[in-house]
T-cell receptor, first 112, second 114 residues
Framework: DGGITQSPKYLFRKEGQNVTLSCEQNLNHDAMYWYRQDPGQGLRLIYY???????QKGDIAEGYSVSREKKESFPLTVTSAQKNPTAFYLC???????????FGQGTRLTVV | AQSVTQLDSHVSVSEGTPVLLRCNYSSSYSPSLFWYVQHPNKGLQLLLK??????LVKGINGFEAEFKKSETSFHLTKPSAHMSDAAEYFC????????????FGTGTRLQVTL
């Protein structure tokens, strides 16, 4: 089945540690996105990528980094510089000119 | 620039009664509009989309929405609520083209009671 796979589903991190969230898609979509979701705030865009080896900052990129070495993969690293990383993270992808995005099941990150 | 305002953060209805979730948008372009649904600790599922075709859009699970340009609205409705409809609903606007980004509303939590 085609889709977007995020892993792990739950992740715990100690303060001061970097952690990487995985996002893989087999939909052959060009664009991929990372969103952060906090209660009552909707989804906010962290980073997005339109093509391999290129990515752009979204609205809340500080403390995060990404790479796009392969079309199907768009991992997100939450660095120790992110002051409040506890949140639900959603990865999405879309085909170039089609408007709708498809979402993974999310990763819940908790800093302990 | 584009933005979305969901007018209610929480809506409660009885099972079998109509559902109305309100959404207003702002966009400098001819927008694409979407409604997504999210169940707890899950990803987002597309309910329906408007992309400049018919203004009344039918989606999955009996939901529909009407695009009203004069009112800049895209309200989501369903004639009869079911318990399984209880979830968070997001109204989303997107401009067109390969560089399009989605802008989300803050969500409406739908509660369905017996």
């Amino acid at each position: 089945d085609g889709g977007i796979t995020q892993s792990p589903k739950y992740l715990f991190r100690k303060e001061g540690q970097n952690v990487t969230l995985s996002c893989e898609q087999n939909l052959n979509h060009d664009a991929m996105y990372w969103y952060r979701q906090d209660p009552g705030q909707g989804l906010r865009l962290i980073y997005y990528s339109q093509i391999v080896n290129d990515f752009q900052k979204g609205d809340i990129a500080e403390g995060y980094s990404v790479s796009r070495e392969k079309k199907e993969s768009f991992p997100l690293t939450v660095t120790s510089a992110q002051k409040n990383p506890t949140a639900f993270y959603l990865c999405a992808s879309k085909r170039g000119f089609e408007p709708e995005a498809f979402f993974g099941q999310g990763t819940r990150l908790t800093v302990v | 620039a584009q933005s979305v305002t969901q007018l209610d953060s929480h809506v409660s209805v009885s099972e079998g009664t109509p559902v109305l979730l309100r959404c207003n948008y702002s966009s400098s372009y001819s927008p694409s509009l979407f409604w997504y649904v999210q169940h707890p600790n899950k990803g987002l599922q597309l309910l329906l989309k408007y992309t400049s075709a018919a203004t009344l859009v039918k989606g999955i699970n009996g939901f529909e929405a009407e695009f009203k340009k004069s009112e800049t609205s895209f309200h989501l409705t369903k004639p009869s609520a079911h318990m399984s409809d209880a979830a968070e609903y997001f109204c989303v606007v997107s401009n067109t083209g390969t560089a399009s980004k989605l802008t989300f509303g803050t969500g409406t939590r739908l509660q369905v009671t017996l």
